[in-house]
């Protein structure tokens, strides 16, 4: 049995066979992102070790497909299995060996980058300083309480995924406990209107929930927008301190809890560095006549108390800015600095991935063992030549 299973796994029929049903994975893949979005899409076929297509308006799944993990964790299988049992480790196959080491950690670098691979955005305007850059996707649920003038705000994060209604929510560091009443994937907050709303209670009883209302819409899959989501939460200490509607188009609110003053904030999640950028200029040029960027430059000043390192850096396209493990990418350009007096924003897409060197160590491996193996071959042809007689 473990010899006919080494036989199986290390045959080029299971090859031919994971090759095929990757490009299926890829077709229906991209057939789900017409009504899924790129994002999800990602996550659902090829993020994932079963997937399933269901066509368009339908509730039901139609084709199941084996995911992109277990197509890739398959073919290492297969590529490691049929080099322990069928291959001779010669001088003449090291370009083969060679090219199937470059494949291996072309696939093993793109599961390192969709495990530990990060990415987020960094938005200010002229003369802003951040520490901080925001997730495009995920919110959580922030309360901060002032430690002193001179002391950091202590900082409590609940992730928006724990949001559940009927949830019940305790944090040791929090004097009261959270009670989830709804929560919405994707809403819009908009103010109660006396007469339209006259049936319909405010969003909540306290802070500004008393004066909204709170809209559910359809999650948004496409590229260019993102959902909002909100909730309504309840908090109880020794006794009911109200609902409170939370949602990351509001604003931080205020709640008192046995003299201290606690802010409540439902935003983008946030990952702190350990270093400051400051944004001096924004360049924001098109092609005369039209909409189309020319060029599109980002001046900041960096600065790291730990390294002392103080020092002014352009970003733009196709020039990134990498440091301390980061890569910070030109990803958007405000028009505001158009305008007589105002200040020019951009935003920088700033990416962490600890694995960014491995494809290109893959892609080396691959093309030498490729030029071995040619130069290996060519070399043998020309030996066996016989010299002409004229």
């Not at 599109?296 to 002014?312: G, I, K």
Request: proline share 6%; net charge positive.
């Amino acid at each position: 049995m473990i010899s006919k299973l080494f036989q199986f796994l290390s045959s080029l029929r299971l090859t031919v066979v994971l090759l095929g049903l990757g490009v299926v994975v890829v077709f229906f893949g991209t057939l789900g992102q017409t009504s899924d979005g790129l994002y999800v899409a990602q996550e659902r076929y090829f993020r994932s070790w079963f997937a399933y297509w269901t066509p368009h308006g339908s509730a039901f799944p139609v084709v199941p497909l084996p995911g992109g993990y277990l197509l890739g964790t398959m073919l290492v299988i297969n590529l490691l299995v049929a080099h322990f049992t069928r291959f001779k480790w010669t001088w003449s196959k090291s370009g083969i060996f060679l090219t199937h080491i470059g494949i291996i950690l072309l696939l093993l670098g793109q599961l390192a980058t969709d495990m530990l691979a990060r990415e987020s955005i960094m938005s200010f305007r002229e003369g802003d300083t951040r520490n901080y850059s925001e997730s495009s996707m995920d919110f959580e649920l922030v309360f901060l309480r002032s430690a002193g003038s001179n002391t950091l705000d202590q900082v409590v994060s609940i992730p928006a995924s724990r949001l559940k209604p009927g949830a019940e929510l305790r944090q040791e560091l929090l004097p009261f406990a959270i009670r989830v009443k709804e929560a919405y994937e994707n809403a819009r907050i908009r103010l109660r209107a006396p007469v339209m709303d006259s049936n319909r209670p405010p969003a909540a009883t306290q802070g500004v929930g008393a004066r909204i209302v709170i809209d559910e819409q359809p999650p948004t899959r496409t590229m260019d927008a993102r959902n909002v989501p909100a909730a309504v939460i309840e908090l109880s200490g020794p006794s009911s301190l109200g609902t409170w509607a939370l949602s990351g188009e509001l604003k931080s609110q205020t709640v008192t809890v046995e003299g201290t003053e606690w802010r409540l904030e439902y935003r983008p999640v946030r990952d702190y560095k350990p270093f400051a950028l400051t944004l001096l200029k924004t360049t924001h040029e098109t092609y005369p006549g039209t909409d189309i960027p020319k060029n599109f430059q980002s001046r900041v000043r960096l600065r790291n108390t730990e390294s002392h390192e103080d020092r002014e850096v352009d970003i733009y396209m196709n020039s990134p800015l990498r440091y301390g493990g980061y890569t910070f990418f030109q990803y958007q350009m405000g028009k505001e600095q158009l305008a007589d007096g105002g200040r020019g924003t951009s935003a920088l897409q700033v990416v962490r991935n600890p694995s960014w060197i491995t494809p290109y160590l893959g892609c080396i491996l691959v093309g030498v063992g490729l030029l071995v193996q040619f130069l290996l071959h060519l070399t043998k042809f020309i030996a066996r030549r016989k010299p002409q007689v004229a």
